[in-house]
């Protein structure tokens, strides 16, 4: 029989060979200051390595575990609804676990570099929080990126991009995604009390593992058009009267290709590289987007 673990880590994976390692060995260090924890991930449709790397990895470490669901692109060639597919099946694996142990905590991670600042401190306080949480979400200390998982009363009632379709016509591309999009990119401060919301993900989520018991990421009649994966599976949870919140002090990362696009010159220099095909100053661009990412 399986022993009791603190964390359960799950993600999915495609096309990662390049930093599933680092990624894993990251997390691995992490957690080991918290508690007893596993891996298991769902990986599909990567032309890429992964798969070996992942089985390399299982090898090397008895606490991971993954499914490879292979080429589901025919099958399900919505990308959204792909998603939706391989999140159901770590939360099957969870509600299967959930029968013969217990699992405190479903740990959900992007592996696609999101992670840099995520450190044991910063999740152990967010595990002590006061308040009655049933899932805690992660902020960047750059602008709040993943406007697409978010939900908020008044910061962002639905899917923006579903709003910059809309508002495209009337303004352009480049002024209706600032409205839309990259005005709500606000910076958190760290110092902040934690924010309730509907939904929000932000590259890493931690949900009471009890609480999945019975939801997974299966669309329904109330879903709002646009809606994607975490939005699905949070509403859910909150519709049922769970308490989400995104805490602010728990930082995950600073920069990234997401919200680097939030600071102006970068978007007028990418408009004037897109009008004039200005295939020089592209070459420039792209150096400066890492240096962003990486160093601000």
């Known amino acids: 029989m399986k022993e009791d673990i603190d964390f359960l880590i799950v993600g999915t994976v495609r096309n990662v060979a390049k930093g599933i390692r680092s990624e894993i060995l990251h997390l691995n260090k992490?957690?080991?200051q918290l508690g007893k924890f596993e891996f298991f991930f769902v990986e599909s449709d990567s032309t890429d390595n992964t798969v070996e790397i992942l089985q390399g990895l299982k090898t090397e470490n008895v606490n991971l575990d993954f499914i490879s669901l292979g080429d589901l692109r025919t099958t399900h060639p919505d990308r959204v609804t792909r998603l939706q597919f391989c999140r159901n099946h770590y939360l099957i694996y969870l509600q299967e676990?959930?029968?013969l142990r217990e699992i405190k905590y479903l740990i959900v991670v992007d592996l696609d570099g999101i992670n840099t600042l995520l450190n044991s401190?910063?999740?152990a306080q967010s595990l002590r929080r006061n308040e009655s949480w049933s899932a805690i979400f992660a902020n960047?200390?750059?602008p709040y990126y993943d406007i697409l998982a978010l939900r908020h009363p008044i910061w962002c009632q639905r899917n923006s991009f579903c709003d910059l379709e809309k508002l495209t016509p009337i303004f352009g591309y480049a002024k209706a995604k600032k409205l839309t999009v990259y005005d709500k990119m606000i910076k958190v401060d760290k110092s902040s009390p934690m924010i309730p919301v509907i939904s929000a993900f932000g590259g890493f989520g931690i949900y009471r593992a009890h609480i999945l018991k019975d939801h997974d990421y299966t669309p329904t009649v109330n879903d709002e058009p646009g809606d994607i994966d975490h939005v699905v599976?949070?509403?859910?949870?909150?519709s049922v009267g769970e308490k989400l919140f995104i805490d602010p002090q728990l930082v995950n990362g600073a920069w990234n290709h997401h919200n680097v696009m939030s600071i102006r010159l970068l978007r007028e220099l990418n408009y004037l590289i897109r009008k004039y095909n200005l295939t020089l100053m592209r070459k420039i661009l792209r150096p400066i987007h890492r240096f962003v990412t990486k160093h601000v």
């Open 97 to 99: 676990e959930l029968i």
């Open 140 to 142: 960047q200390s750059g």
């Open 30 to 32: 992490i957690f080991a």
């Open 121 to 123: 401190k910063t999740i």
């Open 233 to 238: 599976l949070n509403r859910k949870l909150s």
